[in-house]
């Protein structure tokens, strides 16, 4: 399994993004975590391959949103309103296990990351 992050960047406060995980090979789960310098990593939300979605019940509530394109076994994360206390390198992660939740022990595969900056 090989995922690779892209779409971060430099943005201001209140605007918006969407994150990219481009994935290859079987996933049942794939996921999106953030860790802000000096911070641990936490979890944002979560997919699995039936399109049952998950999100953190505090970690950007009602600002981000997981989807997938099926067309090239991309998933999305949106995100809106975005705030300073948003920056932080993104990672996706996937695994091949059931069960699909946001806690980061059962993810097996990780992308390289993709950095967000908020001023």
């Known amino acids: 399994v090989q995922l690779v992050e892209s779409g971060g960047g430099s943005v201001q406060a209140g605007g918006s993004l969407t994150l990219s995980c481009s994935v290859s090979g079987y996933t049942y789960c794939v996921g999106w975590f953030r860790q802000a310098p000096g911070k641990e990593r936490e979890g944002i939300a979560a997919?699995?391959?039936?399109?049952?979605?998950?999100n953190a019940a505090d970690t950007m509530r009602g600002r981000a949103v997981i989807s997938k394109d099926n067309t090239n076994d991309t998933i999305y994360l949106r995100i809106t309103n975005l705030k300073p206390d948003d920056t932080a390198m993104y990672y996706c992660?996937?695994?091949?296990?059931?069960?699909?939740?946001?806690?980061?022990?059962?993810?097996?595969?990780w992308g390289q990351g993709t950095q967000v900056t908020v001023s």
């Open positions: 992660a996937a695994h091949q296990g059931r069960q699909c939740n946001i806690y980061e022990e059962r993810f097996t595969f």
């Open positions: 997919r699995n391959k039936f399109g049952s979605t998950y």
